[in-house]
């Protein structure tokens, strides 16, 4: 989280835009908005605007899209990544799915090794008894 920090404030996507000049021949500056058919988006506005014994001129432009299609921005963006967090999840649930069916398939080969094993012991164990019989008799 720390190392990311610096990378991030340098790019400062929106904030690094010059803003335009008013009526006034000033740089207009950014505010957000307050209203509620707006709340948050934010204007370049007059900078004398609120300043008392300066009259501010008329300037005011959107810098953010209107609130209604951000929102649609941003669901259609939620929407895009749960879809493929859907479709992560799916594909991990089929991994995970191929990784049962051989670890399986590697338990069936180890029991069938072992019963191998074990019929050559018994077979070893039977032919050496069987030649020690021999000497004997
Ligand atoms: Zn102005």
Not at 68 to 74: G, K, S
């Amino acid at each position: 989280m720390t190392s990311s920090i610096s990378t991030t404030s340098s790019q400062g996507k929106d904030d690094s835009e010059t803003p335009p000049v008013c009526k006034c021949g000033l740089r207009a500056k950014s505010k957000r908005s307050t209203t509620a058919a707006n709340p948050g988006r934010r204007f370049y506005g007059c900078v004398l605007y609120g300043k008392q014994e300066h009259v501010p001129c008329d300037f005011f432009k959107w810098i953010d899209p209107p609130v209604e299609a951000r929102n649609d921005e941003m669901l259609a963006n939620l929407v895009g990544k749960l879809k493929m967090m859907d479709e992560q999840r799916c594909m991990m649930h089929e991994k995970i799915q191929l990784r049962d069916e051989k670890l399986r398939m590697m338990d069936e080969k180890i029991r069938r090794q072992q019963t191998r094993e074990w019929r050559l012991k018994t077979l070893l164990v039977g032919s050496w008894a069987m030649f020690l019989c021999y000497l004997l008799m």
